[in-house]
């Protein structure tokens, strides 16, 4: 798991086991007051290793260039989280 601090808000990445595959995530969850929401990173896309899911979204959250007002995270245009 990996943490990208920003003014109001703390961005996490994990992968979490779905059946038998794992999906990538971002947890995005204000300072101070409020739940976390959570956003599926490469949503098209599972991965059979937990370590590979997890560096995906890592690499995600690297990737994000800020969050929105709300804490949505803002990717640059085009981006799709393959590196193909």
Known sequence: MAERAFDNYLARSGATLEGSRYS???AI???GHGFP???AICENRSF???DIAEAAAAKAL???TGLEEDGTPI???DYTGFDD
Do not use: G, H, S, V
């Open 48 to 50: 059979r290793d937990k």
């Open 24 to 26: 990538a995530w971002l």
């Open 75 to 77: 990717f640059p245009e």
């Open 62 to 64: 690297a990737d994000m």
């Open 37 to 39: 929401a959570y956003y």
């Open 29 to 31: 969850t204000p300072r």
